[in-house]
């Protein structure tokens, strides 16, 4: 894989904003080819369109571009005459086209990798979300995964979510019910997640609630959990079904205003167990 983009797929796991810079045309002679790319961020340059007075030009463009608040929307093209403007010795000309990088802000940390966990990555591959894919097993995720999510295997997959921005959705799902309790005692106690879901049915929910406040949890923090998920009226147990159902309760949560966020303990449908 090229550096620039192992560098795209490492800054949207990171949400930082960047600047790839792709040569779109050559005349004559010049550094590189049309085809060749750069990441600028606002601290750091991933691979190379050349290098002297032209990569030091569109670096510059970049940050300039960068400095923008909100990060602009379309790309820009600019052309440059390497010897009169640049003082370089190829004599050429080379047109590059500057398109900002803005990682999506809706970013699932999803724990478990079973079959609705992997129901579930499917559609979201499809989605302009970052998805967080986490389970303590090796071997358990499936060869082929979305552009867009990054697999992780944690022996101690509560100590991922102290990573996790605020404002993530954060979905639990594993093999163990232990498991399940522990990540959700520590997501609970953050108050800055937009979402936190997890699996199974309304005995289960009661179950965990029980423990949880045993540990500690009181009703605020209980208040901000999910269970059972995916949107209501969206019956069946097959994980496809499941997941179709909990993928459009987090588009819902995504779109919906801040006092909506947090609904009641007793919401909506969706899971087994």
Known sequence: MSGWLRALNSLAETGTEAVLVTVVTVKGSTPREAGAKMVVTRDKI????????????????????????????????????????????????????????????FHI??????????????LLGDLPCRVTWIDPRDNIFPEIIPANV?????????????????????????????????ILEAALRRDNFRYTGLIGSATKRARF???????????VELSRLTCPIGVDGAGGKHPAEIAIAVAAQLLQVRDATPARLHPPLALVRGGTG
């Open 209 to 219: 609630l029980k423990r949880l406040r045993a540990r500690g949890l009181g009703d």
């Open 109 to 122: 940390a999803l724990f478990g990798a079973g079959h609705v966990g992997k129901a579930l990555v499917k």
């Open 150 to 182: 990054s697999p992780t295997i944690s022996e101690e997959p509560e100590s991922e979510l102290d990573a996790l921005a605020a404002g993530s959705f954060v979905l639990v799902m594993t093999h163990s019910h232990p498991l399940d309790q522990r």
């Open 46 to 105: 991933y691979d190379t369109v050349g290098g002297g007075h032209l990569e030091l030009k569109a670096i510059e463009l970049a940050r300039a571009m960068l400095r923008q608040s909100p990060l602009p929307d379309a790309p820009t093209i600019h052309r440059f005459p390497l010897g009169p403007s640049l003082g370089q010795c190829c004599g050429g000309e080379a047109t590059l086209l500057l398109e900002p990088i803005q990682p999506p802000s």
